[in-house]
């Protein structure tokens, strides 16, 4: 394994030293060749994890990472530091490899913020933001540059299916004190044309609340939403196009900007019924394989004027989860997580992980995955990602992820302290994979960046399709 910074400026860099660290494997290794797939072995995974010298990522044999990108170290291209809490990150082909836009998810007094530059900024007094790292085809660092600036708390997101970034503001901060405006939407953002960006437009159309991921369908262009919010738990939403609604680079911001922008579409909450009974939160289901019904139910105030979107609901009317987070389109429809579920916090039944499927044509939810006994921050699924054709990787904090069948693959294991990998990607037919690395406290609410990677397959391929998708965060 081999990294373009020294040990020591590496594991100083502490809850300050974000990293980005981007990850490679073939594309044969991640989905297999249609060769090799019935061949496959039944152990999962890659094989044992190899300690790293340098403390930070151990990986299996064959694969290497570098570092590309470090909070307060490397600098963008404006002359400053790489800002603080690397968080979710949208990876897109680019003219020389792969060009990566990466969240911070900046929302107190984190030592590098995103620099508020002069026509990117939407409001000046906040600090967080989207920077955006081009790398060559072996994964090596080109540039960065701040794309979005003056946005709070930036989390997750998603990729949309013309090729951009949606980054989401995981919070409800109104503007007072040093915020001058509102904050708690969703911006669009472009990996590929710089001016696209210009005068950031917040979707106040998706809705003002505590945002953590999207995904959207490429046919109806419909768009899913994940609340991560408690007192009470947060909701999941769907966001449906108005009549005559073209989507494309520079739409969503467009219909944003119409008179009535705010209210352009239609956002709902998810309702689900087992029967005719209403399920009043997802962890009520404990088994793989429970499916609900799904109805829709109108938000009433999506901007949240004067109570809070999830407020707005009863819980006899919409079906609540604790710890929305990840989201990701495929198989025809929306995955989501729930990341964990405690008596405490008003959840039904205690789990550390859920994953679930939205079938849109069907109406009906469908609960894959669901993890339980494990009690321990390292073990609970956080965010979603493809992994080649027919895989879905529930990516999670320590070293096992889940395939689609739910079985554990060791992937990565970060030792750079209390790690989390955050924003997992993988660069479409390339051996590179991009993950950032937080460092913080053992929960899941709040996390301090560590590190973004990049992580190299050196096997063979005959070798690389005989693995099981490779899963972390």
Aim: hydrophobic letters at 30%.
């Amino acid at each position: 394994m081999t990294s373009p910074l020294p040990r020591r400026s590496l594991l100083r860099g502490g809850v300050a030293g974000g990293l980005g660290i981007v990850v490679a494997g073939s594309l044969e290794a991640i989905a297999g060749p249609a060769a090799a797939r019935p061949a496959c072995r039944p152990a999962v995974g890659y094989g044992d994890l190899v300690p790293d010298p340098a403390g930070l990522l151990a990986l299996p044999p064959g694969f290497s990472y570098t570092v590309v990108a470090q909070a307060g170290a490397t600098l963008l291209e404006s002359g400053q530091p790489t800002p603080s809490d690397a968080d979710g990150t949208g990876c897109f082909r680019g003219p020389h490899g792969s060009v990566l836009v990466n969240n911070h998810e900046i929302g107190g007094d984190e030592p590098y913020p995103v620099p508020a530059l002069t026509g990117l900024t939407y409001d000046p007094g906040a600090r967080g933001g989207t920077t955006t790292i081009e790398v060559d085809r072996h994964g090596r660092r080109l540039r960065e540059y701040v794309s979005v600036a003056g946005t709070h708390n930036n989390c997750a997101g998603g990729i949309t299916p013309w090729g951009t970034w949606l980054t989401c503001e995981e919070t409800e901060q109104r503007a007072g004190g040093r915020f001058l405006k509102d904050h708690g939407y969703v911006f669009e953002v472009d990996p590929h044309d710089r001016s696209a960006n210009t005068d950031p437009v917040p979707l106040t159309f998706l809705g003002r609340y505590s945002h953590e991921a999207v995904a959207v369908d490429p046919y109806t262009h419909s768009i899913y939403l994940t609340e991560d919010a408690s007192g009470p738990n947060g909701l999941y939403f769907r966001w449906t196009p108005p009549p005559g609604f073209r989507a494309g680079k520079g739409a969503l911001r467009a219909l944003a900007q119409r008179p009535d922008g705010g209210t352009a579409g239609s956002l709902a909450a998810m309702r689900c019924l087992r029967g005719d009974d209403h399920v009043t939160d997802l962890s009520e289901a404990t088994t793989p394989g429970t499916r609900y019904r799904v109805e829709w139910v109108e938000v009433p105030d999506r901007d949240a004027r004067t109570v809070s979107v999830r407020k707005q609901f009863t819980d006899a009317e919409v079906t609540r989860s604790r710890k929305l987070e990840g989201a990701w389109w495929g198989d025809g429809g929306a995955y989501f997580v729930a990341s964990y579920a405690r008596h405490d916090d008003g959840s039904a039944n205690e789990h550390d992980g859920q994953v679930w499927f939205y079938d849109p044509r069907r109406q009906t939810v469908t609960l894959k995955t669901n993890l339980r006994g494990e009690h321990r921050p390292g073990r609970r699924p956080r965010q979603l990602r493809r992994a080649g054709q027919h895989h879905r990787v529930a990516v999670r904090r320590g070293d096992p992820g889940r395939g689609r069948r739910g079985r554990v693959a060791p992937g990565r294991r970060h030792r750079a302290g209390h790690c989390v990998p955050a924003g997992a990607q993988r660069a479409e037919r390339q051996r590179v994979h991009r993950a950032d690395v937080q460092r913080g406290r053992q929960d899941a609410v709040r996390q301090h960046p560590v590190a973004g990677v990049r992580v190299r397959d050196h096997r063979a391929v005959g070798a690389a399709g005989q693995r099981t998708p490779l899963t972390g965060r």
